[in-house]
Nanobody, 123 residues
Framework: QVQLVESGGGLAQPGGSLRLSCVASGFTFSTYAMGWFRQAPGKEREFVAAISWSASIDYAESVKGRFTISRDNAKNTVDLQMNSLKPEDTALYYC?????????????????WGQGTQVTVAS
């Protein structure tokens, strides 16, 4: 079955970096857009970044210039490099598979989700 497994979360200091990774299985990875979302306590799940089947990329304004999404179709992975982390980046981060090939920022366009990995930014 379709499965997404995230890893790489943890504790980072403000200004620090973390790299999240998501391994996908159970579908033809190269033909789907993939995204990263996050959800902080008491807040709605929000878009972070997405990458289409052809590596077209979208970012939330709040992470532009700090986060980089990438995919490796040979390894069925999608990564999120997070630099210059801020306390407001603290959240549970989810990897998600879109319903089609093209990048989308809408939560409802993503049909499969990982279990999430916690990112905490604090000094």
């Amino acid at each position: 079955q379709v499965q997404l497994v995230e890893s790489g979360g943890g504790l980072a200091q403000p200004g620090g970096s973390l790299r999240l990774s998501c391994v996908a299985s159970g579908f033809t990875f190269s033909t789907y857009a993939m995204g990263w979302f996050r959800q902080a306590p008491g807040k709605e799940r929000e878009f972070v970044a997405a990458i289409s089947w052809s590596a077209s990329i979208d970012y939330a304004e709040s992470v532009k210039g700090r986060f980089t999404i990438s995919r490796d179709n040979a390894k069925n992975t999608v990564d999120l490099q997070m630099n210059s982390l801020k306390p407001e980046d603290t959240a549970l981060y989810y990897c998600a598979k879109a319903g089609g090939a093209f990048s989308t920022t809408r939560v409802y366009n993503y049909h499969t989700w990982g279990q999430g990995t916690q990112v905490t930014v604090a000094s």
